[in-house]
């Protein structure tokens, strides 16, 4: 039988805890060549873009589609049988929260401040997660948009998360790790505006024609770190952007799989910026929807369907 896990479901049984290991381990196996990612296929017409991401992880092959903010998943096990049907916006969020953690763990080793630029409904779960995986942590947040601000605020009291607003150069003064999650189409963050040793989740921009770092930051950068080499220098805007004004050290650019593997590793005694560079994968995905899924078949609560994907003649 096939499980439809909407929403509702994820809400109550997905956690950044589940997703954060999961995806740690899908990045172990790719480091050893036995979890594959494949490359994004985006579909347009009359203006709208269907956007398809597939990875295999275990047992497990699935993808992801998404158009003007509906995400749905599919997972199958490797026999091709359909496992699951999966509501996956909450999905996308927690995983894009869950893994900026997981760089910034990796990237940094210790660190106690984290700044969150945009407060969107990503950004708001970028703040959920670094709260629940990085117990303690101060959290600082920027927005351009006061009333955004002001809903953020009240979300997060709501929630007992306790948030520090600030302006932008205050954030990046006061932040370890520094975390761009917006929808900026052109650079906004300055060289200027970071202190030595300063660590940068980019996570906004997938697209080459979006950047939310002036290139002199990535020129900069003593490491850049991406999950995937073809990804990020054809869809990273932020890198895409700094090639072109021949900003960009290729050599300096690290896969994060080899990261959390200990094969490569980043000297952060120089005090030197460093960089994650996130487009988001289908791999990152299937890993957390097989998560899910698992514990959504042991708890036996969500909606089973009869899909085989098959038909046979009499």
């Known amino acids: 039988m096939t499980l439809l896990i909407r929403e509702a479901d994820v809400n109550s049984i997905l956690t950044f805890s589940m997703a954060y290991s999961s995806m740690r381990e899908a990045f172990e196996l790719l480091d050893k060549k036995i979890a594959v990612n494949s ?9 709208s873009t269907l956007t398809y991401q597939s990875g295999g992880f ?23 049988d359909i496992l699951s049907i999966i509501e996956s916006d909450w999905l996308t969020q927690i995983r894009t929260g ?5 760089a910034s763990d990796y990237a940094m080793g210790s660190y106690g401040t984290v700044g969150i630029i945009g407060l969107g409904k990503q950004g708001l779960a970028q703040v959920e997660a670094f709260y629940e995986l990085k117990p303690g942590i101060t959290i600082n947040v920027f927005t351009r948009s006061q009333d955004r601000l002001n809903s953020a605020i ?4 709501r929630r007992g998360i ?23 189409k052109d650079p906004f963050l300055k060289l200027d505006y970071l202190n030595k040793g300063s660590h940068i989740n980019a996570m906004g921009s997938n697209i080459p ?14 490491a850049i770190v991406v999950e995937d080499f073809e990804m990020a220098l054809e869809e990273a805007g932020d890198l895409v952007l700094a090639k072109k004004m021949g900003m960009l050290d290729e050599s300096k650019l690290m896969v994060l799989s080899s990261l959390i593997t200990g094969k490569i590793r980043i000297r952060r005694e120089e005090g030197n910026v460093t960089l994650f560079k996130s487009v988001g994968i289908g791999l990152e995905d299937v890993a957390v929807m097989s998560a899910l899924y698992e514990e959504a078949k042991r708890r036996g609560n969500c909606l089973e369907l009869e899909v085989t994907g098959k038909w046979h003649r009499e």
């Open 39 to 47: 490359k994004r296929i985006r579909t347009s017409v009359s203006g």
């Open 58 to 80: 275990k047992d497990f092959l699935g993808y992801k589609t998404f158009v003007n903010g509906s995400f749905m998943s599919v997972l199958f096990s490797k026999g091709g």
């Open 98 to 102: 869950s893994l900026s953690v997981l």
């Open 154 to 157: 009240n979300f997060f009291q």
């Open 162 to 184: 306790k948030v520090r607003p600030v302006d932008m150069k205050t954030l990046c003064k006061e932040s370890e790790t520094i975390v761009t999650i917006t929808r900026a």
């Open 209 to 222: 024609e979006k950047s939310e770092l002036y290139p002199e930051v990535v020129k900069n950068s003593a």
